[in-house]
């Protein structure tokens, strides 16, 4: 049988007195599409730094594709890709050559880094600021740059940190068809977003994180079953389900980490 | 239902015409406040408020110094009867208020004024917080205060001048707050983008420097100078621009013709109407929706990128060839750096030019020329010591990128350090040329000697550097001119080890010469050159161990935005 691609064990990471991550222990198999999601501050973004090898885990265990992180950390980084929460740009670059450097420093031949430069640039529709530094981007285009950064070397597991925010609907719909057809050819993805239609849309499993605990973890009709079946379980619950309406994503995260209180709050002043 | 506050506040009426201009201006200066007290919550924040406080008491007493030299200028001026060097103050001045705040901008991110249009603001309060935002930039402040010593001056020399003294400077300086926003507005659209301030602000240093050889080139040649009267003449045909203008009125006005005196007061009175409707004309459009500051137009579609291939460095394995001509890439792209690269020959210059007629007023350089080529190696790599002490400094974000590809730090580490030593060749190689074409070529002892005293101090330099880029890392930005320190810890280390470095090669410099055995200091360095590589070997692999254990701090430090 197969390593998962993603395999956490005990995963917990301390700031001071803080524990942003405590105790997590999840696997992603090989091939998945998989959502992280959680709350602003919940811990996604410190587990997917230690992931990738940006933050040591303060205890735990990681192992990509079955490679120990913390022993081997240049043999995992080999397989992967990244898209981190600052994009890991160098401003002062433009496109081709942040490309070209990238290749090269994922061991790629000269002229393969080249050739794959440049398809990604036109793939990304990036190919028209020859001139333009990096740093002269529009947000959307460098986390286009980003994610063709992230690719180029053909990782068999990806992590994307929030690759859909601030990305007009052309480039997301990019974005997706190139995440789905690296699913196709078995790459495993492994993304954070806080728009659940997407992770809806993309994702077969999903875990939730929320203040440094995970919470819920499965494929999306697992955690519909769940949550459907705490619900009925409540007599007089706050949002009955209809007999044959599917609950979404959304319903299910807020079920899951407690949002809908506020929403009997009103603004009293406002219009 | 829960409310959040009660009672209800009322809404704002529909007939809400804005803000008072005065509640306006208490609102940007209570903002301001807040700004600046949040500023004060860091450490890092209190020392730049103390910095901040050193620089401005140093500008204001510069200024004032500035001030009493303009006011016994003009006395003289008015007690002479020269009024054609009392153009020359004004051109002065007024030349200094307006490129000043235009060519400064490389060193400053503009402020915004189109973020407060959405605020319900009126144009009168819009316009009047522009001008208000000129009258209160430090340069006008310093050249306001530059036209009230001339005021001085003027009056104590003539006393009948009073009023036309301060009706004529009123003017001007009315004219130039105008003006400089005038102009600054109109360039807004064109000075946010990046590669203009970048331009500018070369340009800026580039004469400031040029700034710095007119006393040299002025006392070389002072026999030969021409009166500054003469000079004075040209400026004649510029009577009817606002500096000759307000020459013009007191000119007029101590002659006794008061009727060209009021011509030229009107006259400045004109121009001021006619800033201001620019300005009105183009902060009209600004306030009616049109974006100044908007980036241009990119690129039309349709010309595609050029493929690039990578640098053929074979003989360096792929991720340190990439690593190290990203970092030339990054260096030769960056104005500031650039401009730091050719600092050692403008030293050079600027002392060669130093008058050499004479026994006390020629430079040690000119009379010991066989030394400018050690002194300028050594100043190069002095400079250098800016980047080599914060090798991730420039990296931002991209420090993320390296932190995750598969690549031992230590390449990394090792390929930066290659990039700064090849740089540091080739501006040695300029500071040689240099020395060749303006002094004399160095013997072939001294040559040898300062290649093998580099050989040992670079090393040195590395490895130190490498380490207090690890343990006191911080965020530099090789687009921008304004000054950034490095912070104590690399300032001290970083002088610790120039000091000691340049101390013993000086002392091996001194001995040998002294023994009139120059050839011998090259020989007394080859084996400190050795012992310096060896030092750098195992304090490289010390250092990439380390910055693996501080890239939390690394990255928190370099990627914050």
Redo the contacts between chains.
């Keep these: 049988m197969d390593a998962p691609a993603v395999c956490i064990e005990n995963l917990t990471r301390r700031f001071g007195p803080l524990t942003a991550v405590d105790h997590i222990q999840m696997n992603v198999a090989a091939g998945q599409f998989f959502g992280f999601l959680g709350p602003n501050g919940a811990g996604k973004s410190t587990t997917i730094k230690m992931l990738?090898?940006?933050?040591?885990p303060s205890e735990g265990r990681i192992r990509i594709l079955g490679i120990d992180l913390e022993k081997d950390p240049?043999?995992?980084?080999?397989q992967?890709g990244?898209v981190?929460e600052?994009?890991?740009?160098?401003?002062?670059?433009?496109?081709?050559?942040y490309l070209?450097?990238?290749?090269?420093?994922?061991?790629?031949?000269?002229?393969t880094?080249?050739q794959r430069?440049?398809e990604l640039?036109d793939f990304m529709q990036?190919?028209?600021?020859?001139?333009?530094?990096i740093?002269?981007y529009s947000h959307g285009m460098q986390k286009k740059l980003a994610m063709a950064?992230a690719v180029i070397h053909g990782p068999r597991v990806l992590f994307l940190d929030e690759p859909f925010e601030g990305v007009d609907a052309v480039a997301s719909g990019t974005l997706k068809a190139m995440l789905q057809r690296m699913i196709g050819h078995g790459a495993t993805i492994f993304l954070t977003s806080h728009v659940l239609e997407i992770v809806e849309r993309l994702c077969s499993h999903v875990a939730i994180i929320h203040k440094g605990r995970l919470v819920a973890q499965g494929s999306l009709d697992e955690l519909r079953s769940g949550v459907e079946a705490r619900l009925s379980a409540v007599p007089g619950s706050a949002e009955p389900i209809a007999p044959h309406e599917k609950l979404t994503l959304e319903q299910i995260f807020l079920n899951i980490v407690g949002g809908t209180v506020l929403r009997?709050?009103?603004?009293?002043?406002l219009? | 239902?829960?409310?959040?506050?009660?009672p209800?506040?009322p809404?704002p009426s529909s007939e809400f015409r804005g803000l008072s201009n005065l509640r306006m201006f208490a609102i940007i200066a209570e903002l301001r406040w807040n700004l600046l007290r949040n500023s004060l919550r860091t450490i890092r924040g209190r020392l730049e408020a103390v910095s901040r406080a050193f620089a401005t008491i140093t500008m204001t007493m510069l200024s004032i110094g500035g001030a009493i030299g303009l006011s016994i200028a003009s006395y003289l001026t008015v007690a002479d009867h020269r009024f054609s060097y009392l153009a020359l103050i004004f051109f002065g001045i007024f030349i200094f208020w307006q490129m000043y705040p235009v060519l400064g901008s490389a060193f400053s991110t503009p402020f915004e004024f189109g973020n407060l249009l959405r605020f319900p603001m009126r144009f009168s309060s819009f316009y009047l917080l522009n001008l208000a935002f000129g009258l209160l930039d430090p340069v006008s402040l310093v050249c306001i205060l530059w036209l009230f010593g001339v005021f001085v001056g003027l009056v104590l020399a003539d006393a009948s001048l009073l009023p036309w003294a301060f009706l004529s400077l009123f003017s001007f300086g009315v004219v130039n707050v105008l003006l400089s926003r005038a102009v600054y507005v109109w360039l807004e659209r064109w000075l946010a983008k990046?590669r203009t301030r970048e331009a500018l602000g070369l340009i800026f240093v580039f004469m400031m420097i040029c700034f710095q050889f007119v006393g040299p080139l002025a006392s070389r040649w002072r026999e030969n100078a021409v009166p500054l009267g003469q000079y004075a003449s040209v400026f004649h045909f510029a009577n009817y621009l606002p500096p000759g203008l307000a020459k013009m009125v007191l000119l007029d006005a101590h002659r006794g013709d008061q009727m060209f005196a009021d011509l030229s007061l009107v006259a400045l009175a004109v121009y001021a109407l006619g800033i201001a409707a620019l300005l009105g004309i183009r902060l009209h459009a600004q306030f009616i929706g049109e974006n100044l500051s908007e980036?241009l137009a990119?690129?039309?579609?349709?010309?595609?990128?050029?493929?690039?291939?990578?640098w053929?460095l074979s003989v360096l394995p792929?991720?340190v060839?990439?690593?190290f001509?990203?970092e030339i890439?990054?260096l030769f792209?960056?104005a500031p750096i650039i401009f730091t690269f050719v600092m050692p020959l403008f030293l050079l210059a600027m002392f060669r030019v130093v008058p050499s007629h004479g026994t006390h007023g020629a430079s040690f350089l000119v009379k010991a020329p066989d030394w400018a080529f050690p002194i300028g190696a050594g100043y190069a790599l002095l400079i250098l010591a800016n980047i080599v002490y914060n090798t991730f400094g420039?990296?931002?974000?991209?420090?993320?990128?390296?932190?995750?590809?598969?690549?031992?730090l230590r390449d990394v580490m090792l390929a930066k350090n290659l990039a700064h030593a090849a740089v540091f060749i080739l501006v040695t190689s300029g500071v040689l040329i240099a020395t060749i074409v303006l002094y004399r070529p160095p013997s072939l002892a001294v040559t040898f000697g300062t290649v093998m005293a580099l050989l040992f101090a670079l090393p040195l330099n590395l490895a130190a550097g490498n380490m207090m880029s690890i343990y006191s890392p911080k965020k530099y930005d090789?687009?921008a001119f304004n000054r950034q320190r490095s912070t104590g810890a690399t300032a001290f280390v970083s002088m610790g080890v120039e000091a000691v470095v340049v101390g013993i090669a000086a002392a091996i410099f001194f001995l040998t010469r002294f023994l009139e055995r120059v050839w011998l200091a090259g020989v007394i360095f080859l084996p400190l050159a050795a012992v310096a590589f060896v030092v750098y070997w195992l304090v490289l692999n010390l250092a990439a161990r380390r910055a693996l254990?501080r890239?939390?701090i690394l990255?928190a430090e370099i990627?914050r935005?």
């Design positions: 990738t090898g940006l933050l040591a240049v043999a995992v980084k080999r992967i990244v981190p600052g994009l890991a740009l160098f401003g002062r670059l433009t496109g081709s050559e070209n450097f990238v290749g090269r420093m994922y061991g790629l031949d000269r002229k880094t080249a430069a440049t640039l990036l190919s028209d600021r020859p001139k333009s530094l740093t002269d950064a009997d709050q009103e603004l009293t002043w219009g | 239902m829960a409310g959040l506050s009660a209800p506040a809404a990046r980036a990119p690129t039309p579609a349709g010309r595609q990128e050029k493929v690039h291939v990578a053929d792929a991720p060839a990439a690593i001509e990203k890439r990054y792209r960056s420039a990296d931002g974000p991209g420090l993320q990128f390296i932190l995750t590809a598969p690549v031992r090789f687009g254990d890239r939390e990255i990627c935005t």
